[in-house]
Nanobody, 122 residues
Framework: VQLQASGGGLVQAGGSLRLSCAASGSIFSINLMGWYRQAPGKQRELVATITSGGSTNYVDSVKDRFTISRDNAKNTVYLQMNSLKPEDTAVYYC?????????????????WGQGTEVTVSS
């Protein structure tokens, strides 16, 4: 199973970017998908999560600016980022909590994408 993230780049403050992350491989289902970010010199932090049913959760600092969504048929999660601020500058990582088929059953495994860099200039 691989998670391939894309969509990062350089943008001016106030601009927008859309991140995508597609999961590929032998996957039975994906429950929680999310985006995390890690700024230089800081710990990785949760940005937003979304369940397979569409329930979302956001860190306070991005509420009303970022929107997480997913396409279950494509095993893909998106992060629409609007009104970007310099403090949003970070490497953004996607995460997926999956169920993988094994014999006649399934097992749970968590995966990380490779990260995509977002830089917001002031």
């Amino acid at each position: 199973v691989q998670l391939q993230a894309s969509g990062g780049g350089l943008v001016q403050a106030g601009g927008s970017l859309r991140l995508s992350c597609a999961a590929s491989g032998s996957i039975f289902s994906i429950n929680l998908m999310g985006w995390y970010r890690q700024a230089p010199g800081k710990q990785r932090e949760l940005v937003a999560t979304i369940t397979s049913g569409g329930s979302t959760n956001y860190v306070d600092s991005v509420k009303d600016r970022f929107t997480i969504s997913r396409d279950n048929a494509k095993n893909t999660v998106y992060l629409q980022m609007n009104s970007l601020k310099p403090e949003d500058t970070a490497v953004y990582y996607c995460n997926a909590d999956t169920l993988l088929p094994y014999a006649d059953s399934y097992y749970r495994r968590n995966f990380w994408g490779q990260g995509t860099e977002v830089t917001v200039s002031s």
